[in-house]
């Protein structure tokens, strides 16, 4: 059973760094795609960045790219968003996303706020 959660979320200046993790505990192999979307209030989640099990397809939205690098541990069941240069539009609730075989997963969520 896929259990994502989250860590690393927290408040940040702009032009500063964050890490977030998200560990899968439940399966005892690693999901094929993982990686992250972000909501803001009265706003659809919107994609973040995903990553395949080996790393080498990776997907970004545009405003996210240069300055977010994801990454995953397969050893550790473990994905991770490299957030430099935030800027406060980056604010919102960070949620982990795991698809597998066409089931899709979520973690709680984690929040981080850019303050300006």
């Known amino acids: 059973q896929v259990q994502l959660v989250e860590s690393g979320g927290g408040v940040v200046q702009a032009g500063g760094s964050l890490r977030l993790s998200c560990v899968d505990s439940g399966s005892r192999s690693s999901i094929n795609i993982m990686g992250w979307y972000r909501q803001t209030p009265g706003n659809q989640r919107e994609l973040v960045a995903t990553?395949?099990?080996?790393?080498?397809?990776?997907d970004y939205a545009d405003s996210v790219k240069g300055r977010f690098t994801i990454s995953r541990d397969i050893a550790k069941n473990t994905v991770y968003l490299q957030m430099n240069s935030l800027k406060p539009v980056d604010t919102a609730v960070y949620y982990c996303?795991?698809?597998?075989?066409?089931?899709?997963?979520w973690g709680q969520g984690t929040q981080v706020t850019v303050s300006s």
């Open positions: 990553s395949d099990r080996s790393g080498e397809k990776t």
């Open positions: 996303y795991g698809r597998n075989w066409g089931n899709e997963y």
